[in-house]
């Protein structure tokens, strides 16, 4: 059946889809169902137990529930503290991506072994960048990055062994080449499809994976200390967040099904190149660039704030009533990811000559808070996330936008692969919840 003829068909039908398949609101409240596995307070479901990380977002004086400054944990280490802890010329995502899997901080030898296993690692079969990633580029690079990886198993003689040693070998295997697939993809994108250069850097197994991603990106292969270790600490900072979220409670059951490492990260990344999951930065950008092109001034915190309130009251951009970037399901006062990277923000802006951009984004981050009080009905603090900077630093860093989720799950990439280990030493169950038929009997 012609492409057409089968559009037109399902057109037809999808509002018999829409008839049968609604289920109406008050059957989820009545049976105590809790729709995204969150309660009515936005809390997540317990699911499950895990020593990898932990997110705070309230405290509890005298048994009350009281929204407090975000906090993320690492192994039982703040996030604040690991970067802190390193040296102003030193890249931590390897240091840190060992601490995720092992659950230690490496000591110096075991940090030099695990980054020369990493640079060992950063290579793909042979071949592989022609056969399979240029074979089909697309703008899409999240699903390249997947075919890739579904295509790496072929290469993989213990595809199917899941003990926990070669689960642990494949994941290192996967967290040193999705640089690779993540550049290559968007360079046969851009050089088929925006009729622009493709460039196929080898990686320098010396470099970090912050200078291997600016370097094999760039035509002319330079970058400064200053982008290297801001893209460095917004890999880390971007690395894990917990078991609940979308593409890590993926990983989670996924692998609870006994399926292999390559076809477990493959649905992950599935799930976060979901707008409402790994997708947020771009919106943030989308409605940034919006706002420069209404807002003569963005200094002018009363013109910034008169467009900001057209943007809530669904006036404006795109007239859903967010200001995107602004809130977290977990956080209320803080999102300490943010927190950190401002300042990191703040120092490219400067080497860049972006400091009229940052003064646009610091009136939004301040604004912000105050008009969604003012005009939506709330349930905890909001504040700024992650995402709400970093679009902006990938764009200072010149990373295409097609890049930008990428980014996230050449981080994220650690947190999935700890929390598979941790999955099968743990779990030997299925994870298997329940859905109530509400269906009438015929």
């Known amino acids: 059946m012609e492409w057409n003829r089968l559009n037109d068909y399902a057109e037809g039908r999808a509002e018999i889809c829409r008839k049968n398949d609604r289920i109406e609101k008050d059957l989820y409240a009545r049976y105590g169902v809790k729709?995204?596995?969150?309660?009515e307070n936005?809390?997540?479901?317990?699911?499950?137990?895990?020593?990898?990380?932990?997110?705070?977002?309230?405290?509890?004086?005298?048994?009350?529930?009281?929204p407090?400054?975000?906090?993320?944990?690492?192994?039982?280490?703040?996030?604040?503290?690991l970067?802190?802890?390193?040296?102003?010329?030193?890249?931590?995502?390897?240091?840190i991506a060992y601490l995720l899997l092992m659950g230690d901080l490496p000591t110096k030898q075991e940090l030099a072994d695990f980054k020369r296993t990493l640079g060992d690692c950063r290579s793909l079969p042979t071949n592989f960048a022609r056969d399979v990633i240029m074979k089909a580029p697309s703008g899409d690079i999240m699903n390249s990055m997947t075919r890739s990886i579904l295509t790496l198993a072929s290469y993989d003689g213990g595809i199917n062994d899941c003990t926990v040693a070669n689960s642990l070998r494949q994941c290192i295997q996967l967290i040193a080449e999705f640089p690779l697939l993540a550049v290559y993809a968007y360079h046969a994108y851009n050089y088929y499809e925006n009729v622009g250069s493709m460039v196929i850097h080898r990686p320098d197994p010396t470099l970090s994976t912050a200078e291997n991603f600016l370097m094999m990106l760039r035509p002319d292969k330079r970058y400064t200390p200053t982008e290297a270790k801001v893209l460095d600490t917004a890999l880390i900072l971007h690395m894990e967040h917990g078991g609940g979220n979308n593409s890590t409670f993926t990983t989670r059951v996924v692998t609870s099904a006994g399926?292999?490492?390559?076809?477990?990260?493959?649905?992950?990344?599935?799930?976060?190149?979901?707008?409402?999951?790994?997708g947020a930065n771009i919106k943030v950008m989308e409605m940034m660039a919006d706002i420069r092109n209404h807002v003569k001034d963005g200094r002018d915190r009363e013109e910034v704030g008169a467009y900001l309130t057209k943007i809530v009251n669904k006036e404006a951009f795109d007239r859903k009533g967010l200001i995107y970037g602004m809130g977290h399901a977990v956080y209320s006062l803080s999102d300490p990811r943010e927190r950190v990277f401002r300042s990191y923000v703040e120092q490219l802006a400067?080497?860049?000559?972006?400091?009229?951009?940052l003064a646009l984004y610091k009136n939004v981050e301040e604004l912000a808070p105050e008009l969604i009080a003012k005009y939506r009905k709330i349930y905890k603090g909001v504040s700024p996330n992650v995402d709400f900077y970093s679009g902006f630093v990938y764009e200072m860093l010149d990373i295409p936008v097609e890049l930008y989720t990428a980014m996230f799950a050449v981080a994220r990439i650690v947190g999935w692969s700890a929390h598979r280990i941790e999955e099968l030493i743990c779990m030997d169950k299925i994870?298997?919840?329940?859905?109530?038929?509400?269906?009438?009997?015929?």
């Open 259 to 278: 399926s292999d490492t390559y076809s477990t990260i493959a649905a992950a990344m599935s799930s976060l190149k979901g707008p409402k999951h790994g």
């Open 83 to 95: 970067l802190a802890d390193l040296g102003p010329e030193e890249y931590g995502y390897e240091k």
């Open 350 to 357: 400067r080497e860049k000559g972006r400091e009229g951009d």
């Open 431 to 442: 994870i298997r919840p329940a859905y109530m038929s509400v269906m009438g009997e015929k």
């Open 68 to 81: 407090a400054e975000g906090k993320l944990w690492y192994r039982g280490y703040r996030v604040e503290k």
């Open 35 to 39: 729709k995204g596995l969150r309660d």
């Open 42 to 66: 936005g809390n997540g479901v317990l699911a499950g137990l895990t020593n990898i990380s932990k997110v705070t977002a309230f405290e509890y004086p005298n048994g009350v529930k009281t």
